[in-house]
C-alpha cells in the first residue's frame, strides 16, 4: 500500500511539498496510508520531533530521517493512535470465546492458535484472558497467540503488561486474579495466561510476519480499513484468507466488512455481533436458537407489503416492528435476523434491519448493540 494523497490543510505550499514526500517516505518505509486523520498526526508527530530536535522547519527534519533512520522509529509511534481498552467491545470477545468453545467439540487436533493483527497493547491479553478463562489450557489444548502491531510502543507495552489502573477497566474480581499492584500501576500475570507473541510489523505485508507459514483458528483483525484507501479491504481480506484455517473465525471490528474475494467467507451472528467464517459449512437453520414461528403468521403480512408496493424484506421489518409492539420479542428477532443473514450472504448491508435490532435491544433495557453507524 502506498501513502495517499490526503494532506494537512495547514501546510503552505512549501510545507505541502515536504510533507507528501515526508508521507511517501512514511508509506514506503511502513506500508501505511494516511487519509486526513492520519494525516494529522503524522504532521504533528513531525512537528512535535522536529521541535524536540531543535531543527528549523519540516524540511530540516525530512534531512534528518534521511540522515539517520532510527528516527523513524521515534516518529511512528507519535503517529499511531494508542487507543484502546481491555475487552472493547464486550460483546465480540463474548461471541469469541462461545463460538471457540463451539468449535473446539469437533476439532481434529487440540491445538488453537490465533492471531491479532493491529493488536495494540490491549488485544493480545484480553485474548489470553478470554482463552485461559475458557478453559482451553486445562484441557489439554495448545495455545498460540501471535500479536501484531505497526507501533512498537504498542507492542512493547502488551509485552510489558504494565498498565495504569484507569486502564484496567473491568470487574474487580477479574483485575485482582489477573493483575499485581506494582510502582503506582497494575502488572499482568502473564505466566497464568496462554503465551504470546508480540511483533512489530504492517498487517498489508504479510511477507514480513513472523509467522509465515501458521494457519490461525482466529483471527482478530478490527478496523485496518476505516482510514485506509479504497483498495485496502480487498486486500487484506486475501492476506488474511491465506492466514486463516480451513474452519477458521475471522472478527472485523463493529461495522466494518470485508469483500468475500473468493467465495470462501461466510457471515455469521449472533446477538448483534457478527464475525466471518471460512468454509461453506451451512448455517444453522435457526440462528438464534429459538422456536420457529410457523410460517402462515408471516405469510399476510408479507402479502399486504407487496401489494403495497413495499419490498419483501421491508416487509418483514414492518412485521417485526408489529410482533416487537405486541409484546412478542423473540419472533420479533428471528424475523428481522433472518432478513440480516439473507443480506449479508448476498454481500449486501441490510441497513433496515440492523436499525431495526437497535430499536429492538432498547425495547428490552439492553445495551446498545454492534450495529453500524446510521
Not at 530536535?53 to 524540511?59: C, E, N, Q, V
Not at 507501533?151 to 486474579?177: D, H, I, L, W, Y
Not at 449472533?270 to 402462515?296: C, D, E, I, M, S
Not at 443473514?341 to 449486501?348: A, K, V
Request: charged share 25%; net charge neutral.
Amino acid at each position: 500500500m502506498t501513502a495517499a494523497t490526503a494532506l494537512p490543510a495547514t501546510l503552505d505550499p512549501a510545507g505541502l511539498a515536504v510533507f507528501s514526500a515526508l508521507a511517501a517516505e512514511a508509506g514506503r518505509c511502513f506500508g501505511a496510508a494516511f487519509t486526513p486523520r492520519g494525516s494529522d498526526r503524522l504532521l504533528a508527530a513531525a512537528l512535535a520531533r522536529q521541535e524536540k530536535l531543535g531543527l528549523a522547519g519540516l524540511a530540516a527534519y525530512g534531512e534528518s530521517l534521511r540522515a539517520d533512520p532510527g528516527e523513524w522509529s521515534r516518529l511512528w509511534p507519535l503517529a499511531l493512535p494508542d487507543g484502546g481498552a481491555f475487552f472493547q467491545p464486550a460483546p465480540q470477545f463474548e461471541a469469541a470465546g462461545a463460538v471457540l468453545r463451539e468449535w473446539a467439540v469437533g476439532a481434529p487436533e487440540r491445538t488453537l492458535r490465533v492471531l491479532a493483527l493491529g493488536c495494540g497493547a490491549f488485544e493480545t491479553i484480553s485474548l489470553a484472558i478470554l482463552l485461559e478463562e475458557a478453559g482451553f489450557r486445562h484441557k489439554n489444548w495448545r495455545v498460540e497467540i501471535c500479536g501484531l502491531d505497526l507501533n512498537p510502543e504498542a507492542a512493547a507495552r502488551a509485552e510489558a503488561g504494565f498498565f495504569r489502573p484507569r486502564e484496567v477497566s473491568m470487574t474487580p474480581a477479574r483485575r485482582q486474579k489477573w493483575f499485581v499492584p506494582r510502582a503506582g500501576g497494575l502488572v499482568f500475570k502473564a505466566a497464568l495466561a496462554p503465551p504470546v507473541t508480540l511483533a512489530e510489523g504492517n498487517a498489508y505485508a504479510p511477507e514480513t510476519w513472523p509467522w509465515p507459514a501458521a494457519s490461525f483458528d482466529l483471527i482478530f483483525c478490527r478496523g485496518l480499513t476505516f482510514e485506509a484507501p479504497p483498495e485496502a479491504p480487498g486486500r487484506l481480506a486475501e492476506i488474511l484468507l491465506a492466514a486463516l484455517a480451513p474452519d477458521g473465525f475471522l472478527f472485523t471490528a463493529p461495522g466494518e466488512f470485508l469483500p468475500d474475494v473468493s467465495g470462501d467467507l461466510r457471515l455469521e451472528e449472533r446477538a448483534g455481533v457478527t464475525w466471518y467464517r471460512r468454509g461453506f459449512r451451512r448455517v444453522k437453520a435457526n440462528l438464534f436458537h429459538q422456536p420457529r414461528r410457523a410460517k402462515k403468521e408471516a405469510e399476510p403480512a408479507r402479502e399486504a407489503g407487496a401489494a403495497e408496493g413495499v419490498l419483501p424484506a421491508e416487509g418483514a421489518i414492518l412485521e417485526a416492528e408489529r410482533l416487537l409492539a405486541a409484546g412478542r420479542p423473540d419472533e420479533a428477532r428471528e424475523l428481522a435476523g433472518g432478513v440480516m443473514l439473507d443480506f449479508m450472504l448476498r454481500g449486501r448491508q441490510p441497513w433496515a434491519a440492523w436499525a431495526f435490532m437497535s430499536r429492538w435491544e432498547a425495547a428490552l433495557g439492553r445495551r446498545p448493540g454492534l450495529s453500524p453507524t446510521l
